[in-house]
């Protein structure tokens, strides 16, 4: 059980009106959270995309003009691009230097510096995540048949070692990262509009152009989102992914066998300590382990994240400048701590130990958090999240145990699984009140959302009628304590659950839930589990239930991984089906249930749609979702995921809310490289 629950948290602040009134605002309903003041109006910098009014003289950081003095460096003017990124800040032109200050869980927490590495994405979304605007490159065109896609580079644009990024990275990543199957052995879906595969021409040395067969107005979004194409480096890149789009060819060249030969880069890889040529090349590659890469953010990695302390350093290369004609960013370096648990983070965030953190902050510790806002020297801000479910259950539908399968691929059984969840006690318990219980489906403002009436169907308490369901499919047998027993023999039925300490103390919600099921006579193992071995047990399909969020799923298309199989590492209902589908066959297995077939031709047929069509799709895909309880939702749309954030009383051109979603990259989106040290 946490620390506190709504009844105990009124005792516990009895001595502090103001936290008091704070509190009680903020628990009376998520609705009301605005006038609390922890939750503000989106704000972000303004993008300045006219050349006129771009300054015309730059400077740079203290530390960089150093390194030009000792000739070590070219002058500002020769590193940033003749086309850059202008930023005028939220506040007020920054000031330079000083290290951000933040928490990380180890090598499995890559995602944490991925998401302020964000700005190396093609193209992005503006702050408050309804808008697509340049980000690397500085635009695009899509023909009127949607069946060529054309992006434009920034000329004169560097990587953080001062090569040129041009059209010739993106046709290298093309044709000998993504091209060569030893290197991503399951090609991406969305080069594959209805199965047929796209080719990408190089037009010039800044414009690069994709051809489809096939109408595919979902790729301007795509190139924006989280997703495999428009990701960007350092998501795509690291942990053995190899998709993005681009890729640094004159650095990666020389570990390819095209490039010299097989015999020369295996004779390499194992002179370095790697088994293979491919094994040495995904080290490589990846950003948060080899600090030679070059990179495109505003910061790259001068100590890796295999060690205490995860390091980056200023990109003296980044391509963007404030409006003053200041390189970005003003942050020297950002320095990520290694904390031995989710508890540390948050003791040491109370502390006042970091200078912004969004990441592993618990909700359930705002009152504490709230106590300390003085002591610690910083203020909680509270951005909403869109997502349907901060906590839920993903039912593996390929699950190898026949008799598990017998249960876990029956809908009725899924149903009475989420009819015998009391959504009403997790939320007072574990969000304070503040979420919203009910299915996995996107809140009602998202225009993918099926409707008010989807958010309850299925999601509701009702014991009575979970254990008639579960009589009537044949689990009427019961053992001795009470538990339904197995079919094929006179065991207990067990659902292992797999859960990890993240975003949530995923762990204990499961325990609760467990305990909730006993009223139903279904027992649930809770496996808690280190974040690396969990997601490798549910990729290798060895789990009946995986519990995480479906975070990015409120815009199903952009980020589609924990809804549905269409993915090569989709968890969701199935990871042998998402292989299926993302190879086009070629790898894992083809389900049976038409339910899933049915998703999948909703999917490719919105690729061809314009936005109104592709919408209308996601509906009748999320019907299909929350009517089967392919993933049994919970509590969701609250700050409780990566929307608790401690800012520092120091920092500057902080936004009073920040797009709390996958898209937005939170916190990417605010761009922290526009923040400073006040003092």
Not at 274 to 298: A, R
Not at 433 to 461: A, D, F
């Amino acid at each position: 059980m946490p620390e506190f629950t709504r009844r105990t948290l009124f005792s516990a602040l009895a001595a502090s009106p103001a936290a008091m009134e704070l509190i009680a605002s903020t628990l009376a309903h998520a609705a009301d959270l605005a006038a609390s003041g922890l939750v503000g109006e989106l704000q972000g910098p303004t993008m300045i995309t006219d050349p006129a009014q771009w300054p015309k003289q730059f400077n740079e950081a203290p530390m960089l003009a150093e390194l030009v003095k000792a000739g070590k460096l070219p002058p500002v003017e020769q590193r940033i691009p003749a086309e850059p990124m202008v930023w005028k800040p939220l506040n007020e032109i920054g000031k330079y230097g000083g290290t951000w200050r933040r928490a990380f869980t180890g090598p499995g927490d890559g995602e944490n510096g991925n998401r302020i590495q964000s700005q190396d994405k093609p193209l992005f979304w503006s702050a408050d995540g309804n808008k697509i605007v340049p980000c690397a490159a500085k635009g695009y065109e899509l023909s009127d048949d949607g069946k060529t896609y054309t992006l434009f580079l920034r000329k004169g644009m560097k990587w953080s070692d001062g090569a040129p990024f041009t059209a010739d990275d993106w046709i290298f990543w093309f044709e000998d990262i993504y091209g060569n199957p030893e290197v991503v052995p399951t090609p991406t879906p969305e080069m594959r509009p209805k199965g047929k595969p796209g080719k990408m021409v190089k037009v010039d040395e800044t414009t690069v152009r994709w051809e489809w067969e096939v109408p595919y107005f979902l790729f301007e979004d795509i190139m924006a989102g989280d997703t495999a194409m428009g990701g960007g480096q350092a998501v795509r890149q690291a942990a053995k992914i190899s998709f993005g789009g681009y890729s640094p060819a004159h650095y990666l060249k020389q570990f390819l066998p095209k490039y010299s030969s097989l015999e020369a880069v295996n004779a390499r890889a194992k002179q370095e300590g790697f088994e293979n040529w491919v094994q040495m090349l995904h080290f490589k590659k990846d950003w948060e382990l080899n600090p030679d890469v070059p990179v495109l953010g505003p910061w790259r990695t001068v100590r890796p994240i295999n060690n205490p302390i995860w390091l980056l350093e200023r990109n003296p290369y980044y391509y963007a400048v404030d409006t003053a004609g200041n390189q970005l960013p003003y942050f020297d370096k950002v320095q990520f701590t290694l904390a031995e648990n989710l508890e540390v983070v948050n003791l040491r965030a109370m502390a006042g130990e970091y200078d912004e953190q969004e990441r592993h902050i618990d909700l359930g510790k705002l009152p504490v958090l709230l106590e300390n806002q003085t002591k610690g020297k910083y203020k909680v801000h509270l951005d909403l999240g869109f997502a349907g479910s901060d906590f839920m259950f993903h039912v593996n539908q390929s699950v190898t145990d026949p008799e598990m399968r017998k249960w876990l691929t029956n809908a009725d059984f899924r149903r009475a699984l989420s009819l015998g969840i009391d959504r009403d006690q997790l939320n007072e318990t574990f969000w304070l009140g503040v979420g919203t219980p009910g299915s996995p489906s996107p809140g009602e403002s998202m225009p993918q959302s099926p409707g008010k009436e989807w958010r309850t169907k299925w999601s509701t308490l009702d014991v009575a009628q979970a254990n008639k369901m579960l009589d009537g499919i044949g689990l009427a047998k019961k053992d001795s304590d009470g538990f339904r027993v197995r079919t094929d023999n006179a065991e207990r039925l067990r659902i292992q659950i797999i859960a990890i300490q993240a975003f949530l103390p995923y762990p204990k919600l499961s325990e609760m839930v467990a305990d909730q099921w006993r009223k139903i006579g279904i027992q649930g193992d809770v496996k808690e589990m280190e974040r690396g071995l969990g997601f490798t047990k549910a990729n290798n399909n060895d789990y009946h239930m995986f519990v995480w969020n479906n975070g990015g799923t409120e815009l199903l298309y952009l980020f589609p991984t924990w809804a549905i199989p269409v993915t090569a590492d989709s968890i969701a209902m199935g990871p042998v089906f998402g292989k299926y589908f993302a190879s086009g066959g070629t790898q894992g297995v083809k389900p049976d249930d038409p339910n899933i077939l049915k998703i999948w031709e909703l999917y490719d047929e919105a690729a061809g749609l314009k936005a109104e069509g592709r919408n209308k799709n996601a509906q009748e895909i999320w019907k299909i979702l929350v009517d089967g309880q392919y993933g049994i939702g919970t509590v969701g749309q609250s700050p409780a995921g990566l929307g608790v954030r401690l800012v520092s009383d120091r920092l500057g051109n902080i936004a009073a809310r920040v797009c709390n979603a996958q898209h937005c990259r939170t916190p990417g989106n605010s761009h922290p490289e526009t923040w400073y040290f006040k003092s």
